[in-house]
């Protein structure tokens, strides 16, 4: 949509394109083979990923998820549905994941302060560039507060500091999480239901006050 460098906007393609790199990449395992042997090796074992389809054994454990959000016209049929039928694998790479919020918890801290990422990988996770600008800075500041990584979003705060985190939703679900590096403290909140972003109260008054 527009030039590199010259404005920020996010998109859901990336983690297509991300998946696809992944599979072509590699001869002898694909984009879920690699995914859940990451899983597998931290520990997370209420963390599930399978394209297209979950097994029962995984959606009976799903909770009841509504949607609520009313930013796009065209979904409006779904509407105070519970729609924890609809399985999330079709997304895939970009929001196709199943956890709990003590996984997702367990997963932030080895992120940040474990060994799944080389060194040199953790730096490019955690390249910056300015919101809305899309020009790279090194971190973010008072006169650029907001920034977005490989995933990853920063932002500094004149009462909490530098603080990482990400807010992910899918249709009926949201997700997100505060890690604060200088204390370690993490912060991970779940709904069941996705509302407008005019409704959103995760940043602006459910975090501030936690």
């Known amino acids: 949509d527009t030039t590199p460098g010259t404005k920020w906007r996010y998109c859901n393609t990336g983690y297509i394109l991300a998946q696809m790199i992944v599979d072509k990449a590699s001869s002898s395992k694909d984009y879920k083979t690699y995914l859940n042997g990451i899983i597998n ?10 394209p297209y389809f979950y097994p029962s054994s995984v959606t009976r454990r799903l909770v009841s998820g509504y949607f609520v959000n009313t930013d796009d016209a065209g979904l409006s049929k779904l509407l105070g549905q519970d729609i924890s039928g609809f399985s999330l694998g079709w997304t895939q790479a970009a929001g196709g994941m199943v956890a709990t919020p003590e996984d997702f918890t367990k997963w932030t801290r080895a992120l940040f302060e474990g060994n799944v990422l080389p060194q040199k990988q953790l730096q490019e996770l955690e390249s910056l560039v300015a919101i809305p ?8 500041s008072s006169s650029q507060p907001q920034a977005f ?3 990853i979003f920063q932002f500094t705060d004149p009462t909490f500091g ?4 990400y ?10 999480y505060l890690y604060f590096p200088k204390s370690g403290m993490i912060i991970c909140a ?6 407008s972003a005019a409704n959103n109260m995760f940043i602006k008054q459910l975090f501030p006050t936690l």
Not at 41 to 50: I, K, R
Not at 133 to 140: C, E, M
Not at 167 to 176: F, L, M, N
């Open 162 to 165: 530098t603080i990482w985190g």
């Open 190 to 195: 779940f709904t069941n239901s996705q509302t």
């Open 41 to 50: 090796a931290e520990g997370l074992t209420d963390t599930f990923y399978q």
């Open 167 to 176: 807010e992910g939703s899918t249709i009926g679900y949201r997700a997100t």
């Open 149 to 151: 990584g490989l995933g």
């Open 133 to 140: 600008s899309g020009q790279p800075i090194s971190k973010t």
